[in-house]
């Protein structure tokens, strides 16, 4: 058996429009265009490549992109004042404050003081509860984006047994609460699982997402299974040439899709829809705070 590849960069694409038509909709009937503020503290590459493809992929959607770069010497309270600021701009529909924070920075209570109402990451203890408690809010995006690719492959997820290998507040626990949403019966396994290899091969469903390159098996993935590997770690890559590093995710690839029935490749898989899910959330956010009912994305 070789896996169905499933195409992240595809279905993001697909979504993105669907996204730019409710933008459309909503300036037409409604009279407002959804705007996101990004908020970027320090000059981290990495964070920096990330928030311009945030902002290119807000404006071709036809939102607003507002971005505020402060340098990495910024005190708290001046970070925490234009939060509040933010919160309490009309035109403003979704926050996102980038992480990773400078050091001297409580990212937490950062992240505390955003208005659940607007808080698009769904990082905030008010959404993380709605989530828990199936009383709706905003949900995080990347989760969000890996279950939109798992019911690609397979719509009804009722029974299937699921498990999530990573227990993070923003990716492994939120996602174990969508697939019980979806009627899946979920296992959390970590680093301290017992025989996590065992655990894993008794997956319908596979998610990996702890951060460590490569390290699920190939022989640890049932037969079948819909695979989808959030990891993204840059590793050596001697073949490449000297000094050379190459993308890879937490599932060893090659060998997986020998044996799974559906797999996200790295790149290419959850990343871009990452930021699709994030541009959904500005949507939805934008409609639930005037009272309006969301459009489905």
């Not at 300036?27 to 928030?51: C, I, K, M, T, W």
């Not at 397979?154 to 949403?181: F, H, T, Y």
């Not at 050596?236 to 020998?258: H, I, M, N, S, Y």
């Amino acid at each position: 058996m070789t896996a169905t590849l499933i195409d992240g960069k595809a279905i993001a694409e697909q979504l993105r429009g669907g996204i730019a038509q409710a933008v459309k909709g909503l300036e037409r009937d409604h009279g407002f265009v959804p705007g996101l503020a990004v908020v970027l503290v320090g000059d981290n590459p990495a964070s920096q490549v990330y928030v311009r493809s945030k902002a290119k992929q807000t404006v071709e959607a036809g939102m607003r992109s507002i971005e505020h770069k402060l340098a990495e010497t910024t005190p708290e309270a001046d970070l925490l004042a234009l939060v509040k600021a933010l919160n309490t701009d009309p035109t403003i529909d979704g926050i996102l404050v980038q992480l990773p924070l400078p050091s001297h920075i409580n990212a937490d209570l950062i992240l505390e003081t955003i208005d659940p109402a607007k808080d698009v990451d769904g990082f905030h203890p008010v959404n993380a509860g709605r989530l828990m408690t199936g009383t709706g809010g905003l949900v995080p995006c990347t989760p969000l984006g890996s279950l939109k690719l798992i019911k690609s492959v397979r719509a009804d997820l009722s029974g299937l047994d699921a498990v999530v290998v990573g227990r993070s507040n923003i990716v492994g626990k939120p996602m174990a609460q969508l697939l019980i949403g979806e009627n899946c019966t979920v296992t959390m396994a970590h680093s301290r699982t017992r025989d996590l290899p065992a655990v894993c091969r008794r997956a319908d469903i596979l998610i990996a997402a702890v951060g460590r390159p490569l390290m699920v098996k190939g022989d640890w993935v049932k037969e079948g299974a819909i695979v989808i590997d959030v990891g993204i770690n840059r590793v050596d890559a001697p073949d490449l040439g000297p000094g050379k590093t190459r993308l890879v995710g937490d599932v060893d690839f090659e060998a997986a899709r020998q044996r799974a029935g559906a797999i996200t490749p790295v790149p290419g898989g959850v990343g871009p829809m990452t930021i699709a899910c994030l541009l959904a959330n500005t949507v939805t956010a934008s409609c639930l705070r005037r009272g309006l009912v969301p459009p489905v994305l």
